[in-house]
């Protein structure tokens, strides 16, 4: 049996605690679609402390959800996920065309995220649409 290198494992958090341990000891950091941008800003700060104070040094990816719904029926259907979740603060997630959704990923980018995943809502009616959506429309405008 070939031998792999060793897969990367990050950890979810996002409490200050927590988050410190992530940058001590993860790989890599994940926060939930609770985490507006602001929110991504503060994380990767408490993450930072933790690699000081652990002596790390490297990169250390910051991976955040977001929520995401387009067509008819967008707001509604990202207001019901959001109070579904209970994560009905301003700034959580988006909805509209192509640009909106690529403006909110650079805007969390800009915050300290290396990495944003789209996620759409429970009741995405089109869910092969939605992965053509992001790859298609939206990653050619993200640089």
């Known amino acids: 049996m070939a031998a792999h ?18 940058g001590e000891a993860a790989d890599g950091t994940v926060l939930d679609a609770s985490v507006p941008a602001d929110g991504v800003r503060r994380a990767c700060a408490l993450v930072a402390e933790g690699r ?3 002596g790390r040094s490297g990169p250390h990816p910051v991976t955040v959800y977001l929520h995401v719904a387009t067509g008819p029926g967008a707001r509604e259907r ?12 301003p700034g959580l997630g988006v909805t509209g065309d192509a640009r909106a959704v690529a403006d909110a990923v650079v805007e969390l980018a800009e915050a300290g995220a290396t990495a944003v995943i789209l996620q759409p809502t429970s009741d995405e009616p089109d869910p092969e649409g939605f992965v053509r959506f992001a790859a298609e429309r939206v990653r050619p405008l993200v640089p």
């Open 52 to 54: 000081a104070a652990a």
């Open 5 to 22: 290198p060793p897969a990367p494992v990050h950890a979810g958090g996002l409490g200050p605690r927590t988050l410190r341990l992530t």
């Open 78 to 89: 990202l207001r019901a996920e959001k109070e579904r979740t209970g994560n009905t603060a």
